[in-house]
């Protein structure tokens, strides 16, 4: 089985690192899971050079940031729509400023890809597109926990 970690990087103060950290942890410990986390993978397909100058390109070079995160795009699509069981996100109003979360989403959706997502907003402040492309929503990381533990139990 493998996971997507999906939330915000770009809007999320520590590019969503520690949850995601937390997951990766989880999965891979407690339920022998393999996971996609894009801050990790975006190594593989940015240049050192690229990964430094990322931010900085947005607002000096458009067209080069545009390809370059279009690379980010393509690796992590094709990820998502060829090796993905499941997706954990995090929606935040990190993830609401962003796009790639929504999209994310909108291809697991279409994909019936089940997505389970942590949120402390109000259903009322989430897009109900969001909403609409989500399986199960959980207040918590731990409740999350609980519930992936419950439906994927390991055999011992």
């Not at 950290?21 to 989880?26: E, G, Q």
């Not at 975006?42 to 390109?57: A, G, I, M, N, P």
């Not at 458009?62 to 499941?86: A, H, N, W």
């Not at 207040?139 to 609980?146: G, K, R, S, T």
Request: hydrophobic fraction near 40%; charged fraction near 25%.
């Amino acid at each position: 089985m493998k996971a997507y970690l999906a939330g915000a990087i770009e809007h999320a103060s520590d590019r969503g690192e520690a949850w995601r950290t937390r997951m990766s942890h989880f999965l891979s410990m407690e339920l022998r899971h393999d996971f996609y986390n894009p801050l990790i993978e975006e190594k593989r397909y940015l240049t050192q050079d690229e990964s430094r100058q990322f931010r900085v390109l947005k607002m000096t070079d458009l067209p080069k940031f545009q390809e370059t995160v279009r690379k980010l795009m393509t690796g992590d699509l094709k990820s998502l729509t060829t090796e993905i069981d499941y997706i954990i996100c995090l929606w935040d109003e990190a993830a609401a400023l962003g796009g790639g979360t929504y999209g994310e989403l909108t291809v697991a959706f279409h994909l019936k890809i089940p997505v389970f997502m942590v949120t402390q907003l109000p259903v009322e402040k989430i897009s109900g597109w969001i909403l609409g492309c989500a399986t199960r929503i959980f207040p918590n990381f731990d409740e999350l926990e609980q519930f992936l533990k419950a439906k994927y139990k390991i055999e011992t």
